[in-house]
């Protein structure tokens, strides 16, 4: 199967997802758009975000960075953070555990 045959989902207004669960693990591929926000938030997932493309604004517990093309975050599980695109983005998230509500 290829990413671009599964049917992406809007979690947020301008953050739309192709999801792959597996059994531990739900890797998510968004395409954001420019501006788009998703607010502070936390969750009992452990997270790792890959910036793939773009630059996207990113605060973990108060401490807001830039991170571009090839970088990386782990967020550790109930952490506080949220970001913004400053430009059109393409992220990788990798939850665990699977994240249930995006099934």
Known sequence: ???????PKEIVKGYKARFVHTESHTIAFWEVEAG???????HFHE?????NEG???????NETKIYEAGMFV?????????????TNCKLTDIFCP???DYK
């Open 1 to 7: 199967m290829y990413i671009n045959e599964i049917t």
């Open 36 to 42: 788009a926000e998703i607010p502070i938030h936390s």
């Open 47 to 51: 997270q790792t975000m890959v910036v």
């Open 55 to 61: 630059k996207f604004e990113f605060t973990l517990n």
């Open 74 to 86: 782990n967020i550790p599980p109930h952490a506080k953070h949220g970001g913004k695109a400053i």
């Open 98 to 100: 699977v994240r249930e």
